[in-house]
Nanobody, 126 residues
């Protein structure tokens, strides 16, 4: 069974930093495109970032230059380093696999996503 489990969320002040982890089991992360997604209170889920199987990165415009995705193949883990956090970054963060790849998701293509993890809460508040 393919599983993704997120961790690392918490409460942080505006301007602060936080790093999230996404551990994969049942499959090898670097064989898939895997993305970070979030759902803010009262809003629908949105894409945050995405890393392809060969390591290419994609980001939502709202987080470019502030968030960085990376992958540790030895640990089968994906990370999201979040800097300069804003209150609007608050939400539940998930990792999942876009069914039609990172490029498609961030360039007007399909937003179908599978293998959602349980999510980790990030709260940015002063």
């Amino acid at each position: 069974q393919l599983q993704l489990v997120e961790s690392g969320g918490g409460l942080v002040q505006p301007g602060g930093s936080l790093t999230l982890s996404c551990v994969a089991s049942g499959f090898t992360l670097n064989d898939y495109a895997v993305g970070w997604f979030r759902q803010a209170p009262g809003k629908e889920r949105e894409g945050v970032s995405c890393i392809t199987s060969d390591g290419n990165l994609y980001y939502a415009d709202s987080v470019k230059a502030r968030f960085t995705s990376s992958r540790d193949d030895a640990k089968n883990t994906m990370f999201l380093q979040m800097n300069s956090l804003k209150p609007e970054d608050t939400g539940v963060y998930y990792c999942a696999t876009p069914l039609h790849g990172c490029w498609g998701y961030y360039n007007g293509g399909s937003h179908e996503v599978a293998n959602w993890g349980p999510g980790t809460q990030v709260t940015v508040s002063s």
